[in-house]
């Protein structure tokens, strides 16, 4: 049964549909066109870097023993950083999150080959997340020290597992696209009939929880009005860049402090053109 929460003090938009076509693969990488601002250094560096230098001296879980000499953390991270960009793409598909990612035909008629060639899929761009509260175990290691999170905002648009298939197998599992609506600490209120005098009903987001909604009130796609808050390491990623063609593609509109942290990632990686091709190519 849908739960009758909403967020308090914010409109909690209603729901559709959206899923992961393919798995998540890479986006193509003109490192050597592609100018690298000192942001998207530092981006790098602490969010995927750091992260794989840690993960190679200290283990998955950051109870590796022995040293590695540095010389070969070195080529190790040359050989698997460097050249890899940040960021991941995937296929959407629905009006979930209409009118912000729309599937719909845009144009009333096809006047280029453009809009003749145009699908009903959009490719989306991610950036991975990382939340204070879903520290790796690595950073332990190091006090802490070089965690810099990345966290999901209210007002995001986000990709995440859904619930019930977060169990089972990778191929398995269903990938949703979601706005963030409340996050821990927040408080939803219950919405209930006019006609009852029931008391209203209060629930506040426990630790390393988020209630995700969609943006389109005319469908009536699953979210956590259905299935409840969902876990934050569920998250695959904030949705960051949406294209549809090479002349119809642009950022998502996500939190101002995420777009702005986001900027020069997105300025470094993503090329609509390319990616406009991708699109095609997957149809």
Same mark, same amino acid.
């Given at each position: 049964a849908a739960s009758p929460f909403h967020a308090r003090g914010r409109v909690a938009k209603t729901a559709g549909l $959206?899923?992961?076509?393919?798995?998540?693969?890479?986006?193509?990488?003109?490192?050597?066109?592609?100018?690298?601002? &000192?942001?998207? #250094?530092?981006?790098?560096?602490?969010?995927?870097? #750091?992260?794989? $230098? &840690?993960?190679?001296?200290?283990?998955?879980?950051?109870?590796?023993?022995?040293?590695?000499?540095?010389m070969e953390l070195m080529r190790r991270i040359n050989e698997h950083v460097l050249d890899q960009p940040m960021c991941?793409?995937?296929?959407?598909?629905?009006?979930?999150?209409?009118?912000?990612?729309?599937?719909?035909p845009r144009f009333a008629k096809a006047t280029s080959d453009e809009t003749k060639n145009q699908t009903n899929l959009t490719m989306l761009i991610l950036r991975p997340l990382r939340h204070a509260g879903t520290m790796p175990g690595t950073y332990a290691r190091v006090g802490g020290r070089w965690f810099f999170p990345r966290p999901a905002r209210v007002g995001d648009v986000v990709a995440f597992i859904h619930p019930d298939t977060v169990a089972k197998s990778e191929h398995e599992q269903v990938v949703l696209i979601r706005r963030v609506a409340a996050l821990a600490g927040d408080l939803l209120e219950s919405v209930l009939p006019e006609n009852e005098n029931t008391e209203t009903k209060t629930f506040q987001l426990p630790k390393n929880k988020a209630w995700v909604v969609a943006?389109?009130?005319?469908?009536?796609?699953?979210?956590?009005?259905?299935?409840?808050?969902?876990? #934050?390491?569920? #998250?695959?990623?904030?949705?960051?860049?949406h294209v549809r063609s090479s002349i119809d593609h642009g950022p998502v509109g996500n939190n101002p402090l995420s777009v702005d942290e986001d900027a020069a990632v997105v300025a470094a990686e993503v090329d609509a053109n390319v990616i406009a091709h991708d699109l095609k190519e997957s149809c």
């Open positions: $959206g899923r992961m076509s393919v798995p998540l693969r890479r986006l193509r990488y003109a490192s050597s066109t592609r100018a690298w601002s &000192l942001r998207y #250094i530092f981006e790098k560096a602490t969010q995927q870097t #750091i992260p794989f $230098g &840690l993960r190679e001296a200290f283990g998955e879980d950051g109870k590796k023993e022995g040293d590695i000499p540095a991941s793409q995937m296929l959407f598909r629905g009006e979930a999150m209409a009118p912000e990612l729309s599937c719909a943006d389109n009130p005319a469908t009536d796609a699953p979210d956590s009005r259905n299935f409840g808050p969902i876990a #934050i390491d569920t #998250i695959v990623g904030r949705v960051v860049y």
